[in-house]
Nanobody
Framework: QVQLVESGGDLVQPGESLTLSCTAS????????MGWYRQAPGKAREFVAD???????NYAAAVQDRFTISRDSAQIAVTLQMNSLRPEDTAVYYC?????????WGQGTQVTVSS
């Protein structure tokens, strides 16, 4: 099992930036990818971005060119740099640790974009 600790959620104004971080511990040696999902009130959880162990990245169309995911090779950690935030980015953001056939999730961190 893997434990995920997230940080960085906050209340920001439209157009501002925010950085989310997630660090994994435990049985992390065989991970395939880490990433972020989000869930807005009344909506299903949706994919935001992920990065593979080799560094390949994927983004949802809604965040492409605004969000950047990166990985710290010294530890099993990922960072999500979010720029030009919009009210529709408001959601609980969950860190994901993926191994084929199994996923672990963080507890979630709230991001609110509002003027």
């Amino acid at each position: 099992q893997v434990q995920l600790v997230e940080s960085g959620g906050d209340l920001v104004q439209p157009g501002e930036s925010l950085t989310l971080s997630c660090t994994a511990s435990g049985k992390t040696s065989s991970f395939a990818s880490m990433g972020w999902y989000r869930q807005a009130p009344g909506k299903a959880r949706e994919f935001v971005a992920d990065i593979t162990k080799s560094g390949f990245t994927n983004y949802a169309a809604a965040v492409q060119d605004r969000f950047t995911i990166s990985r710290d090779s010294a530890q099993i950690a990922v960072t999500l740099q979010m720029n030009s935030l919009r009210p529709e980015d408001t959601a609980v953001y969950y860190c994901n640790f993926h191994v084929p056939g199994w996923d672990d999730w963080g507890q979630g961190t709230q991001v609110t974009v509002s003027s």
